[in-house]
């Protein structure tokens, strides 16, 4: 397709990455097939080509309006589509450029940019949030209905492994995962020291920026992202071999820091070697594997991949693969590829879109009876444990309870 970006992204790096996608979209539609908003609502601008349509023509600096934010605010970024198209149109990083332009054409109502300065003055800074969190808990039975299962009370982290190895890698703390499941990060150090490798967090690494990236401050996911790329070639310029970062979307918010960074000249460099060390602890233990001590709890799984595990990395099986080398017996799931709906802050945005797609997860997940659902990422965890009938936990917890001593 002809495309010619106008206006403030003309003559840039985001724009000729945003030129260059529009140029690879042939329409041919192929991408709705797998599009769970355009399943929901079988509407074309609820569907990636619609969806490309509307930034095509703010980007070419049409007039935007709210129709065209709405439906822009509905996707997911879930990526599914990318897997369907023949034209391998980058479909997330046209997202990524086109967002805060429709935002400028269309300006939010003053509730809809107070809900999202919230949820980034909340979730970025990971001590507040505890302290939030700590604070909601007690009055929990008030809190709204799309909240309350997000504060659960969190499962004790237990011992974490004193460095000892020769190999060094580094942990992300991470900001919402760290204070409502400080377990996940305990449990990944431990499976780490069983197979020698010291897991250390950076200390001025918290989150990774993706939830201001995504929701209204563009430069606020930006500055987050210098400060970690300061902070890990620190870290991998001292001997530590890979970035772990055991949350999935985390991960891929990493891995896109060269694109979001490419227009800075100090940084666009560093930003790639950061990109390219980031890795999910699948791959870690993968080439490490882990031994078996004793045999699971509860063998009979369903383990959910996050779409920032299946789309992009391409790593949707490994989890499972590597539960079944350990005694765990993961169930067949139908319709893998939808996304539950979580998505970052999207089931907090979105509750009516994201409730529904968590309905038809859940049925699909337990299809297979199984006794509790592993996944890779904690806002899928979160979501997905308001509403299931058995335990949803982070695989790397269910590997901990069998291989470490
Ligand atoms: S499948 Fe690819 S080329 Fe076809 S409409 Fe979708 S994005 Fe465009
Ligand atoms: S990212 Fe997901 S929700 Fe958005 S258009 Fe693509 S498939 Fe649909």
Redesign the pocket.
């Known amino acids: 397709m002809r495309a010619k970006i106008a206006g403030p992204l003309a003559n840039t790096a985001a724009g000729a990455i945003a030129e260059q996608v529009l140029r690879?979209?042939?329409?041919?539609?192929?991408?709705?097939a797998t599009c769970p908003t355009y399943q929901l609502t079988g509407d074309e601008l609820d569907g990636?080509?619609g969806r490309?349509y509307l930034m095509k023509q703010v980007l070419e600096g049409e007039p935007a309006g709210r129709l065209s934010q709405t439906h822009l605010d509905r996707c997911l970024g879930c990526r599914a589509?990318e897997t369907?198209?023949?034209?391998g149109?980058d479909?997330h990083s046209l997202y990524d450029v086109a967002r805060p332009a429709v935002d400028q054409a269309a300006p939010r109502p003053w509730k809809e940019r107070l809900v999202r300065w919230a949820i980034r003055a909340a979730f970025v800074h990971p001590r507040r949030l505890s302290i939030l969190m700590s604070l909601a808990r007690r009055v929990r039975f008030a809190a709204p209905s799309s909240l309350r299962g997000k504060l659960a009370a969190p499962r004790s982290p237990g011992p974490t492994p004193a460095p000892r190895h020769g190999r060094r890698m580094s942990l992300l703390h991470g900001c919402v995962q760290a204070a409502a499941a400080p377990a996940i990060n305990a449990a990944n150090r431990r499976v780490f020291d069983s197979v020698g490798i010291d897991l250390v967090e950076t200390p001025a690494v918290g989150c990774c920026g993706a939830l201001s990236f995504h929701n209204g401050s563009q430069a606020e996911g930006r500055a987050i992202a210098r400060r970690n790329i300061d902070a890990w070639c620190a870290e991998l310029d001292a001997g530590s071999e890979a970035i772990v970062a055991n949350a999935s979307g985390c991960a891929a918010f990493i891995r896109d820091y060269g694109d979001i960074l490419a227009d800075d000249p100090h940084y666009a460099a560093r930003a790639r070697r950061v990109a390219g060390a980031v890795k999910d602890p699948v791959e870690i233990l993968k080439a490490n594997p882990p031994k078996a001590v004793r045999a699971p709890l509860s063998a009979r799984v369903a383990v959910h991949p996050p779409c920032t595990l299946r789309n992009g990395p391409e790593l949707a099986d490994a989890p499972a693969e590597l539960l079944a080398t350990l005694g765990f017996e993961p169930q067949p799931i139908r319709d893998a590829h939808l996304c539950c709906g979580s998505a970052g802050a999207y089931s907090l945005l979105q509750p009516k879109f994201a409730n529904e797609l968590r309905k038809a997860k859940v049925e699909a997940l337990t299809g297979g009876e199984p006794q509790e659902i592993l996944t890779a990422n904690i806002g899928c965890m979160m979501h997905l444990a308001e509403a299931s009938p058995v335990p949803v936990r982070h695989w790397i917890e269910a590997v901990d309870e069998v291989v470490s001593r």
């Open positions: 690879a979209c042939v329409h041919c539609g192929m991408c709705n990636p080509r490309i589509c369907t198209c023949p034209s149109v479909y």
